[in-house]
């Protein structure tokens, strides 16, 4: 095992940290869909954030899988008590055990697992599994994204189709000052699979509209820019990870000519 505090991952440690991943999260992703539409135990975490038990079970796997293979990486989950020795460690798991639960709970197909790998506060593996729909996302730097094994880019150029953007509709409304009735796409309530279908060429950009963290968003984040696309604040910089804050403000993402064309519009028209 490589010492995470003292190098770069390479590429046999990236190949070997991309297996690990893509495993551990299929088995986790099983797990969760094995527990999926049963009576499970909740309770609100916060003002009104669910969790079940089936969160904690599918992190309980995470963790031991992840951190028994890395000992020298850091940990942060959703789900787990935020340990500040993470802040010194250059490699770092960052893990969302179940993007959308609200919808898991309600028994809708649109929830994932979502776990991205670190390196010096940007992402370096990438994995979102959605098991009820059967989408398995996966990226690793430099070597672009696949959706179920295949191949998948961002849509190119620069126009927008509002029926092709997700976010909320405040936001998204502010993309010109006198729209009008537009159409918006539907609502997804996973926030990583919202963003993961910019990816896929299924939504021209989507919106975070503001206080996620960095597991909602660096799996998504690296499977976006590894499709050529790109994710970024509304100013174009980009978003970091493993910091001691993790709350992000509003976020979008979409291919790269159209992520620029976004910028440069809320850059003229900033929000209040």
């Known amino acids: 095992m490589a010492d995470a505090d003292a190098k770069s991952l390479d590429a046999t440690g990236l190949a070997r940290d991309a297996a690990l991943l893509q495993d551990t999260v299929r088995e986790a992703g099983n797990l969760a869909l094995s527990m999926f539409r049963t009576e499970l135990k909740t309770w609100t975490k916060g003002a009104s954030s669910p969790v079940s038990e089936a969160d904690i079970a599918v992190?309980?796997?995470?963790?031991?899988?992840?951190?028994?293979?890395?000992?020298?990486?850091?940990?942060?989950?959703?789900?787990?008590?935020?340990?500040?020795?993470?802040?010194?460690?250059?490699?770092?798991?960052?893990?969302?055990?179940?993007?959308g639960t609200?919808?898991?709970?309600?028994?809708?197909?649109?929830?994932?697992?979502?776990?991205?790998?670190?390196?010096?506060?940007?992402?370096?593996?990438?994995?979102?599994?959605?098991p009820a729909s059967g989408e398995f996302f996966f990226a690793a730097r430099g070597q672009g994204t696949t959706l179920n094994g295949g191949a998948v880019r961002a849509a190119p150029g620069a126009a927008l189709d509002f029926a092709r953007v997700a976010g909320p509709k405040p936001l998204v409304e502010r993309l010109k000052p006198s729209l009008g009735e537009i159409t918006l796409h539907r609502r997804i309530g996973s926030l990583a699979l919202r963003l993961c279908r910019v990816a896929d060429g299924a939504l021209d950009a989507a919106f975070a509209g503001g206080n996620s963290h960095d597991w909602d968003l660096a799996a998504a984040d690296l499977i976006v820019q590894?499709?050529?696309g790109r994710m970024s604040d509304l100013s174009g910089d980009p978003i970091l990870y493993n910091r001691r804050e993790v709350a992000h403000g509003v976020l979008v993402a979409a291919g790269r000519d159209r992520h620029a064309s976004i910028v440069a519009h809320f850059r003229n028209r900033p929000l209040p």
């Open 59 to 99: 992190n309980d796997l995470l963790e031991a899988r992840l951190r028994a293979a890395t000992p020298d990486y850091g940990w942060l989950s959703e789900e787990s008590a935020d340990d500040a020795a993470r802040l010194s460690r250059r490699l770092t798991w960052v893990v969302d055990p179940i993007d």
């Open 102 to 130: 609200r919808n898991y709970l309600g028994g809708h197909d649109e929830w994932c697992v979502s776990v991205a790998l670190v390196e010096d506060a940007s992402p370096v593996l990438a994995a979102v599994f959605a």
């Open 226 to 228: 590894e499709a050529d």
